[in-house]
Structures are given as structure tokens and as C-alpha cells.
């Protein structure tokens, strides 16, 4: 059995914490980053040619939108997974136990899972962690990013996309479930270990 698990939700609901929890607990499962997945942009004038991230009216570099991401070619990375889990895991140093059941878990992670139409049917289990607003400014200002954030990023553009994506996947009518990411670490993972165990079960 194939089953993809998305762990998405707001920039600093500990997605990525989450996540790196249940790679350790989950048997034959590999991870997809979505960060990994960024266009190229600009460190220096110099290479102004190859940015592909656009700057908007607003001033600001938009990071945080669905066109900032090579989106096919994470999507090609799934299928990559989804045509051979087995040749995919050895690939990527994950050890696959040949005793288990054959049972292949794949974990996506990102910020905007579910906002790419060709991936938003791929998942078992979408997973949305949240976080109160001020709480997240406050993660996100201790955060050291690739490309540290410019002043006013967070009210300007980062917190205005994410309440427009998540109006979006709920208009689509995209499944989800939330989770409270004011819960400690260890109680998150327990809940969505519990849960994707429970899945599993139910589909065996
Ligand atoms: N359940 C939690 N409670 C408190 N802080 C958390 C929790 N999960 C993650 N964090 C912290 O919040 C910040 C963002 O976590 P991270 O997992 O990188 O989030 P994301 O990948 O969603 O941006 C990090 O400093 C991390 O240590
Ligand atoms: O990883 C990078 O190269 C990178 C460069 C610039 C910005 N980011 C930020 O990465 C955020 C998504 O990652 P995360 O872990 O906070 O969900 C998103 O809000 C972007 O603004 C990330
Ligand atoms: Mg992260």
C-alpha cells in the first residue's frame, strides 16, 4: 500500500519539527521538503538575471506564493516516489524493512500542500497546523531563513498570503485536519502518530 501523508498548515506551526518526529516512528517512509523546491533567486545584483521570484507592488520579494515554488518539479518527485517507493527510499538512504507489510508512507511538508491542483488528490491525510498570529510573528522573528526577511515582511506579505491560501483550499472544499500547533511537540506527535496509525488499519 501507497500512502501520502501531507503535514502543511502556516509558515511556524512547527511543520517541519513534526515531521522530522514521525520519519523516526513511521516504518519504509521517506519526506519531501517544499522548501527545497524554491526558485532560484538573487543574492547579489550580479545575478539579477537568473531571479525568478518576483517583487511585488507591495515592494516586497514574493516568497509566498504557489509561483515561487518549481511546483512540477516537486510534483515529479512524487511520482518518482509513487512509481517505485522501494528504489525511492534505497535512494535516499532509507531503509526498508522487507519484513514489514508492504506498507509505503511518503510525507510531504510545506507551507502551500494543498493549494497545487495536481497534488491536492495524491493525499491519504492532509494535515493543517496552525498557530495564533501573534504567536506566529514571534516564531518567525527567531527564525534565521536562507534569505533573512526584510522588515514588515511578515504584515506585508507572509501572514496576508497565508489567510488567502487557506481561504482558497477551504472555498475548494480541499479536506483537512487541523491541528493545534499550541500543543507541545510530544502531544502532536502522538495525535498524528496515533492517527495515521489508525488510517492504516482502517485500509488494511
Ligand atoms: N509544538 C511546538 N511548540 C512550541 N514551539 C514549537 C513547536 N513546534 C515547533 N516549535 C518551534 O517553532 C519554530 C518553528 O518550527 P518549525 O518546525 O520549523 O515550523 P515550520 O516548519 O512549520 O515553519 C521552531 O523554533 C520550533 O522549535
Ligand atoms: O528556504 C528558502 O530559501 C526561503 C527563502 C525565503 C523565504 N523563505 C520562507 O520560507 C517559508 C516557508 O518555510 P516554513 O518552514 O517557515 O514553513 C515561507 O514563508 C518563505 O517566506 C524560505
Ligand atoms: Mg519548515
Same mark, same amino acid.
Given at each position: 500500500?501507497?500512502?501520502?501523508?501531507?503535514?502543511g498548515?502556516?509558515?511556524?506551526?512547527g $511543520?517541519?519539527? *513534526?515531521?522530522?518526529?514521525?520519519?523516526? /516512528?513511521? +516504518?519504509?517512509?521517506?519526506v519531501?521538503?517544499?522548501?527545497?523546491f524554491?526558485?532560484?533567486? =538573487?543574492? =547579489?545584483?550580479?545575478?539579477? +538575471?537568473?531571479?525568478?521570484?518576483?517583487?511585488?507592488e507591495?515592494?516586497? $520579494?514574493?516568497?509566498?506564493?504557489?509561483? /515561487? *515554488?518549481?511546483?512540477e518539479?516537486?510534483?515529479?518527485?512524487?511520482?518518482?516516489?509513487?512509481?517505485? +517507493?522501494?528504489?525511492f =527510499?534505497?535512494?535516499?538512504?532509507?531503509?526498508?524493512?522487507?519484513?514489514?507489510?508492504?506498507?509505503?508512507?511518503?510525507?510531504?511538508?510545506?507551507?502551500?500542500?494543498? &493549494?497545487?491542483?495536481?497534488l491536492?488528490?495524491?493525499? /491519504?491525510?492532509?494535515?493543517?497546523?496552525?498557530?495564533?498570529?501573534?504567536?506566529c $510573528?514571534?516564531?518567525?522573528?527567531?527564525?534565521?531563513y536562507m534569505?533573512?526577511?526584510? +522588515?514588515?515582511?511578515?504584515?506585508? %506579505?507572509?501572514?496576508?498570503?497565508?489567510?488567502?491560501?487557506?481561504?482558497?483550499?477551504? =472555498?475548494?472544499?480541499?479536506?483537512?485536519?487541523?491541528?493545534?500547533?499550541?500543543? &507541545?511537540r510530544?502531544?502532536?506527535? %502522538?495525535?498524528?502518530?496515533?492517527?495515521?496509525?489508525?488510517?492504516l488499519?482502517?485500509? /488494511?
Amino acid at each position: 500500500m501507497k500512502y501520502i501523508v501531507g503535514i502543511g498548515g502556516m509558515t511556524n506551526g512547527g $511543520k517541519t519539527t *513534526l515531521t522530522n518526529s514521525l520519519l523516526k /516512528s513511521l +516504518p519504509n517512509c521517506c519526506v519531501i521538503h517544499q522548501d527545497d523546491f524554491f526558485k532560484p533567486a =538573487a543574492w =547579489a545584483p550580479l545575478f539579477q +538575471p537568473q531571479d525568478q521570484i518576483a517583487v511585488g507592488e507591495d515592494g516586497f $520579494k514574493q516568497w509566498d506564493v504557489l509561483e /515561487s *515554488l518549481d511546483m512540477e518539479a516537486m510534483l515529479s518527485t512524487v511520482q518518482a516516489w509513487m512509481i517505485s +517507493p522501494r528504489k525511492f =527510499a534505497r535512494a535516499h538512504g532509507v531503509s526498508v524493512q522487507l519484513d514489514a507489510s508492504d506498507t509505503h508512507i511518503l510525507i510531504l511538508e510545506g507551507f502551500l500542500l494543498y &493549494s497545487y491542483k495536481p497534488l491536492v488528490d495524491l493525499y /491519504s491525510r492532509r494535515y493543517f497546523l496552525t498557530v495564533p498570529y501573534e504567536e506566529c $510573528k514571534w516564531r518567525r522573528s527567531t527564525r534565521r531563513y536562507m534569505v533573512p526577511d526584510p +522588515p514588515g515582511l511578515f504584515d506585508g %506579505h507572509v501572514w496576508p498570503m497565508f489567510q488567502k491560501y487557506k481561504r482558497e483550499m477551504e =472555498a475548494n472544499g480541499v479536506e483537512v485536519v487541523y491541528l493545534d500547533g499550541m500543543k &507541545s511537540r510530544e502531544e502532536l506527535f %502522538h495525535q498524528v502518530l496515533e492517527d495515521i496509525q489508525n488510517s492504516l488499519l482502517n485500509r /488494511s
